[in-house]
Structures are given as structure tokens and as C-alpha cells.
């Protein structure tokens, strides 16, 4: 199987390229810049084909896809700057990227006849209630141009396929590129304490775990819209484990203590509302959490939970010298 990815410069991208070759697929990577710029880690990204591309130009995306000619498109790339979306300045420019980029792609899936994923996010609903959302619901209501414009992409896939994966995630974080986890852990070197927002509620996506998730689905036809975060801790009656982790869904606040007590530090977090925090220019959801029961439904391994996630990431990071 051949597998054309978009993205490959950021952290799923990267992620995807690599669960490809273990399983012996052919990927050819692509992304905007001339040439690949990810972490040095001699993994199979590095090596593998690659196509410096800018999905907004049409032409360029039909020349590059159709060259090619892959079984499946893995659409990873995107604008994701989601404060940085709302500046007038830039909101052509995230639509042009995350709406009309992915019309570009699906158009030519279409036209040569192959399946596509396209990953999105919980941002296409209004964020509010305690309900997880269905990854079938749709009452959209994007709350911020981010939104609007992974929502815009979703419709360019849906309304332009027949065979498409629409995967929402949240919180994520890997090894090529900035994240939260790495945020906190450098934040916490330096300061004795942190106020980290405990009024959003979700799970954190570790794209190592996602990775293996997406080349799962591209292995069957089983399309459709499914939702794929890290699994929470079954739910106990104080809301904590033994580890005094947090059970079932968890607000930023709980990732960080999490993150602080498998990292060894000793930190203080306090938790503080999105309102007393205040920083955000892009209006955030207070409900991140998405209802992954599909998966099993539908036969595909979920992810692991997130405090094993965790524990995966820093070992990782730790070999990859982050904490030299």
C-alpha cells in the first residue's frame, strides 16, 4: 500500500510516516517547506520519499498527489495556531489553508478514486454541556475561526466522498514539535508554581498512539466520522486512583499534575478558571470531551490511557535528551 501523507513536518505527520514503514507501506511525505525539518531521530520520516508542497495551490496539489498515485491520503497538515487564527490579518489565510487546502486534496482523491483521512478536532462544536460529543452529531457550532475552517474541511471531505475517515482529536501532543506537555515541563523548571485552567474538560491524543489508530482504519473500509483521544481512567467513586490521578475526564489542571508527578517535579499547580486565566484571544471549549465508542464498535483497538500516554511521552523525551 501506498500512502501519501500531508504534514509530515508536525507531530502526527511525522508519527504516521513511521507507523507506515513499520508495517512495511510506502509513504511519501509532504509539507511546505522545501525539505524535511522534523526532529533528527533517523526514523523512517527522514528517509523516505518527500514532496515540498503547498496544499492551497490546486494545480500544485493535483501535479504532487497524481504523481504519486497512492492507494490512500493521509491529511495531517494544517493551520492549528488557534489564537493566532483570530487576527483579522490572518483568517483568509487559515481558510484558505484548512478549508480550501483540503478541498484540494479531496478533489483529487476523488478523481483518482482513493480514500481519505482527514483529521479535525472538537472545535466544530460549541464546546459547552458535559455530554460527550458523538462523533456522528451535527449540530455544529465552531466557536472561533479554527473552528469553522477544520469544520469547512470536513465538509469538503464529506460532501466530495464517498470513502473518507473524519478523526476529531484534542490536546495533542508528540515528539516532533511544541506541545502542552513540553510547555508545562519548561514552565515548571523555572517557576515554583503554575495556574493551569481546570474549567475545560477532555483527554489528551498521544499521535504515537493515533498514528497506529489511522494506519488501522486505512487497513479496512470502514469509513465514517469517529472520534480518538487517549482512554480515560475508569471512573472510581472519589474521582481519584491510587496515584491520586484523576479518574475519567480530566481539565487541563489534572494533565498538568499529572504530567509534574511522573516528571518528578514539585511544582505547585493551582487551578484557576478560564476566565481568571484570561490569556486567550480564541474563545476555548469548556467541553473537550468526545465519545470514542465507535471504534470498538466498529473493531479498532482504542487508545491506551492517557496517564500510560504520559509515562510513553516522557520516556521518549528523556531519550531524545529533553530533559539533558
Known amino acids: 500500500m501506498k ?9 502526527l505527520g511525522h508519527d504516521v510516516m513511521n507507523e507506515l514503514a513499520k508495517r512495511g507501506y510506502e509513504g511519501v511525505g509532504s509539507d511546505l517547506a522545501p525539505e524535511y525539518s522534523g526532529i533528527a531521530d533517523g526514523s523512517a520520516v527522514t528517509t523516505a520519499p518527500y514532496v515540498s508542497l503547498d496544499i492551497t495551490n490546486a494545480e500544485g496539489v493535483k ?8 492507494d490512500v491520503i493521509v491529511h495531517c497538515a494544517a493551520w ?28 483529487v482523491a476523488k478523481e483518482l478514486d482513493v480514500p481519505m483521512v482527514y483529521i479535525s478536532t472538537d472545535y466544530v462544536f460549541d464546546g459547552q454541556g458535559t455530554t460527550p460529543w458523538d462523533p456522528d452529531f451535527k449540530g455544529y457550532k465552531p466557536m472561533n475561526v479554527y473552528g469553522e475552517t477544520k469544520l469547512g ?15 476529531r482529536i484534542a490536546w495533542v501532543f508528540g515528539l516532533n514539535g ?9 514552565v515548571g523548571k523555572t517557576h515554583d508554581e503554575v495556574k493551569v485552567v481546570s474549567d475545560q474538560i477532555g483527554t489528551p491524543t498521544y499521535t504515537l498512539d493515533l498514528a ?24 472510581t467513586a472519589s474521582g481519584y486512583d491510587e496515584n491520586g490521578t484523576k479518574t475519567g475526564y480530566i481539565s487541563w489542571y489534572d494533565f498538568t499534575k499529572e504530567i509534574y508527578r511522573q516528571a518528578g517535579y514539585k511544582t505547585k499547580v493551582t487551578p484557576v478558571t478560564t476566565e481568571e486565566y484570561g490569556l486567550s484571544k480564541a474563545v476555548r471549549p ?19 490511557t492517557w496517564p500510560d500516554a504520559v509515562h510513553r511521552y516522557l520516556e521518549a523525551l528523556k531519550a531524545d535528551g529533553f530533559f539533558d
Open 286 to 304: 469548556f467541553n473537550s470531551r468526545l465519545d470514542k465508542s465507535k471504534l470498538e464498535k466498529n473493531g479498532f483497538k482504542p487508545l491506551p
Open 153 to 167: 474541511g470536513e465538509l469538503a471531505v464529506s460532501e466530495t466522498l464517498d470513502k473518507y475517515f473524519i478523526v
Open 63 to 70: 501535479q504532487a498527489i497524481t504523481e504519486v498515485n497512492p
Open 212 to 235: 497506529r489508530l489511522l494506519v488501522d482504519m486505512i487497513e479496512t473500509d470502514k469509513y465514517g466520522y469517529y472520534h480518538a483521544t487517549n482512554a480515560e481512567l475508569p471512573e
Open 80 to 107: 492549528t495556531a488557534v489564537d493566532l487564527a483570530e487576527d483579522d490579518d490572518k483568517v483568509a489565510a487559515v481558510r484558505k489553508v484548512n478549508t480550501d487546502g483540503t478541498q484540494n486534496i479531496a478533489n
Open 3 to 11: 500512502v501519501f501523507v500531508t504534514g509530515v513536518n508536525g507531530q
Open 178 to 186: 511544541k506541545n502542552f506537555i513540553k510547555t508545562m515541563l519548561n
